[in-house]
């Protein structure tokens, strides 16, 4: 059988926000790549390059390896790897180049270069998977080790006759509960459990439960798993939880859909099968408003042990969540973060700056709407083009310059918004100074309650010294170019 040896090209420490942050999480696409070749008997070595900061040590370990085929296989459930950074691009190239003059078969799987396909071609990949990988790598690799005619295999891109050759497309993968669990016993999660631990006092696992997205929001790409939305039974998820309960002492998941919830009556077996087992865990999710109202949805989440919900709440003006084909109303977004503060789980919003056509006025709402529905946190990005969507066609010929950001944090304006980038910068910086003022001023007034030290009393006093002033230095440059708020 064939040697294989995988890898992913997404390093936290090179992605500043992230890294600060502190919650890495292990490459789970990836993991699950490792434990879908296994399962046919292939040898596989994976090497983990989510938290280290160079590439001497994996070139050394590719260099030993006595695999024939090298695979940079994304974790294609992180959407972090979806924004396609060009920090992380530059590794994959380097990595692929690197194995191939050590005369191995190159594969790469990810969004970029689903997305980019030539572009991997031209810089080290002999094949690139397009889109959902798991059949389509297994086909290729028994494909390579046979030496069998490959313009037969769906799914992947490659150079042939001197020209790109694009197989047909491979359908998505239906039966989910046929894949083999995460290779868990292949990484080493100590490392990751020491930073969340010494961060955050509590250790965090990711898995996943869905594939896809059927909604439409026209600045939203699903290179991998499309608009077609399958999931995993419950007994099958229920399994794997157990299992990280029992081998890792992990009370705490990221469940890492991109939309978690869709199916009411998944999510009421799912809690029923909690509460019967007994288990103890918390975890947090990603979701829409309007599925949150769903009848017992909320109560069943809590339920179970959901404590967090990150909605895509995007803005507070219903002008621009109509334009982006949100299908959602800023009333839902209300309605759902009451719901979710009485059940005891923590609302989040994620909130998108500079679309197209955002007056003032528009902005205006969203902070009024912050302010207003006080969430538990809050994310800020601005607008990203991503490849394959209404909105990138939109604004494709403002692209020239810039079509990528260096990582999460950029936030630099890659279309003609109404806005420059700095502006932008400047309210991204407001709001969230704003945010944590408000934050910092709760806690000093429920000290109390919540059983404040001393230390952490003088530390949230300065916080708020800080925030006060930050806030009021961002509110007076937005002045200057002319937005009040």
């Given at each position: ?56 040590e994996i070139k050394l370990e590719i260099q030993k390896s006595p695999s024939e085929i090298f695979l940079v296989y994304e974790d294609g459930f992180n959407y972090l790897t979806k924004m396609c950074l060009t920090d992380m691009r530059h590794i994959a190239f380097e990595l692929l180049q690197y194995a191939r003059g050590l005369g191995k078969k190159t594969i790469v799987s990810s969004s970029d270069a689903s997305d980019h396909a030539e572009l991997y071609l031209q810089n080290g990949a002999d094949f690139v998977i397009d889109g959902e990988a798991d059949k389509s790598v297994v086909e290729l690799v028994r494909g390579l080790e046979m030496a069998q005619d490959l313009s037969e295999i769906q ?331």
């Amino acid at each position: 059988m064939a040697k294989i040896f995988i890898t992913q090209s997404y390093k936290y420490p090179l992605d500043k926000k992230q890294w600060k942050n502190m919650q890495p999480y292990p490459p789970l696409g990836t993991l699950y790549a490792c434990s879908i070749l296994k399962s046919h008997n292939h040898e596989v070595e994976f090497f983990d390059n989510g938290l280290t900061d160079d590439l001497t040590e994996i070139k050394l370990e590719i260099q030993k390896s006595p695999s024939e085929i090298f695979l940079v296989y994304e974790d294609g459930f992180n959407y972090l790897t979806k924004m396609c950074l060009t920090d992380m691009r530059h590794i994959a190239f380097e990595l692929l180049q690197y194995a191939r003059g050590l005369g191995k078969k190159t594969i790469v799987s990810s969004s970029d270069a689903s997305d980019h396909a030539e572009l991997y071609l031209q810089n080290g990949a002999d094949f690139v998977i397009d889109g959902e990988a798991d059949k389509s790598v297994v086909e290729l690799v028994r494909g390579l080790e046979m030496a069998q005619d490959l313009s037969e295999i769906q799914g992947i891109i490659y150079i042939g006759n001197g020209v790109v050759q694009k197989n047909a497309k491979r359908p998505i993968l239906r039966d989910l509960d046929s894949i083999p669990m995460p290779a868990w016993d292949m990484i080493d999660l100590a490392p990751y459990k020491e930073i969340w631990l010494k961060k955050h006092g509590y250790f965090s696992l990711n898995l996943s439960t869905t594939r896809g997205c059927p909604f439409k929001c026209n600045w939203c790409a699903k290179p991998i798993y499309g608009n077609r939305y399958n999931s995993r039974t419950v007994h099958n998820v229920i399994e794997e939880i157990e299992f990280l309960i029992e081998t890792y002492d992990v009370h705490h998941f990221w469940v890492c859909d991109d939309i978690f919830g869709l199916k009411k009556s998944w999510v009421h077996e799912f809690a029923n099968e909690v509460e019967s087992k007994q288990l103890n865990f918390q975890y947090k999710i990603q979701s829409r408003a309007d599925l949150l109202l769903q009848e017992e949805n909320i109560r069943d989440l809590a339920k179970s042990g959901c404590k967090e919900v990150w909605i895509g709440a995007e803005s507070g003006s219903q002008k621009i969540l109509d334009a982006m084909d949100k299908g959602t109303t800023v009333e839902q977004i209300s309605e759902a973060t009451e719901l979710l503060k009485q059940e005891g789980i923590k609302p989040c919003f994620f909130i998108q700056l500079g679309y197209l056509g955002e007056t003032e006025q528009d902005l205006k709402s969203t902070v009024d709407m912050i302010e207003h529905l006080n969430p538990a946190d809050i994310g800020i990005s601005v607008s990203y083009p991503l490849p394959g969507t209404k909105f990138y066609e939109r604004v494709q010929n403002d692209l020239e310059n810039k079509a990528n950001w260096t990582d999460s944090d950029d936030l630099d304006m890659m279309f003609e918004g109404t806005y420059k980038s700095h502006v932008y910068r400047d309210l991204h910086r407001y709001i969230h100074k704003k945010f944590r003022l408000k934050k910092s001023k709760e806690l000093m007034m429920n000290r109390r309650l919540n059983n404040l030290s001393f230390k952490k009393l003088a530390l949230e006093a300065a916080k708020i010294s800080y925030y006060s002033i930050y806030k009021d230095y961002y509110k007076f440059k937005l002045k200057q170019c002319k937005i009040h708020l």
